[in-house]
T-cell receptor, first 113, second 114 residues
Framework: GNSVTQMEGPVTLSEEAFLTINCTYT??????LFWYVQYPGEGLQLLLK?????DKGSNKGFEATYRKETTSFHLEKGSVQVSDSAVYFC????????????FGGGTRLMVKP | NAGVTQTPKFRILKIGQSMTLQCAQD?????MYWYRQDPGMGLKLIYY???????DKGEVPNGYNVSRSTTEDFPLRLELAAPSQTSVYFC?????????????FGSGTRLTVV
């Protein structure tokens, strides 16, 4: 079956540091890949997505590239801000699972001023 | 568009009480889902529905029931509340046949059972 593995948190960074949150997946076929962000006390919001190999999703300074050869979709940001403190979820969907998303366990990011 | 609306936002229940968590979406999405999120943990799927009149169990359905009489609404029922059901509950929806869309989530219901 499909699965998503994320690096465990929390990840603690100073403001303006470089961020990488690793995400790898197992899936049959050609999945679409997503990053969701959950700010404290809120629901999950779609941050970015990529629907085919070598696509790069980007939003709010975050980027992730769909790497089929390494089955990865790592989230990066060049300079984090305190306001980026949140929980980040990697997810995938594939045709063999209908519309269902498979989520990773989430990674908490804490950015210190 | 309102998207996915969940009510109430907060609720405290006593053990053994029952309640219904409401979820409504105005995007004409066929698929709807209920998740729970325990503190510091990821999401666990409780129930889902692929359309009006059709529901199916997810990973953790025990203690819950759902119905889907309309495309818009997908209420989650707790019949005999237990402390183990203390959690944050999220409803989500997605359109039929668009696996590259992802989900739209509601803002959640924080439930405490005492």
């Amino acid at each position: 079956g499909n699965s998503v593995t994320q690096m465990e948190g929390p990840v603690t960074l100073s403001e303006e540091a470089f961020l990488t949150i690793n995400c790898t997946y197992t899936a049959t076929g050609y999945p679409s890949l997503f990053w969701y962000v959950q700010y404290p006390g809120e629901g999950l919001q779609l941050l970015l997505k990529a629907t085919k190999a070598d696509d790069k999703g980007s939003n709010k300074g975050f980027e992730a590239t769909y790497r089929k050869e390494t089955t990865s979709f790592h989230l990066e940001k060049g300079s984090v801000q305190v306001s980026d403190s949140a929980v980040y979820f990697c997810a995938l969907s594939s045709n063999n699972a209908g519309n269902m998303l498979t989520f990773g366990g989430g990674t908490r990011l804490m950015v210190k001023p | 568009n309102a998207g996915v609306t969940q009510t109430p936002k907060f609720r405290i229940l006593k053990i053994g009480q029952s309640m219904t968590l409401q979820c409504a979406q105005d995007m004409n999405h066929n698929y709807m889902y209920w998740y729970r999120q325990d503190p510091g943990m990821g999401l666990k799927l409780i129930y889902y529905s692929v359309g009006a009149g059709i529901t199916d169990k997810g990973e953790v359905p025990n203690g819950y029931n759902v119905s889907r009489s309309t495309t818009e609404d997908f209420p989650l029922r707790l019949e005999l509340a237990a402390p183990s059901q203390t959690s944050v509950y999220f409803c989500a929806s997605s359109p039929l046949g668009q696996t590259n869309y992802g989900y739209t989530f509601g803002s959640g219901t924080r439930l405490t059972v005492v």
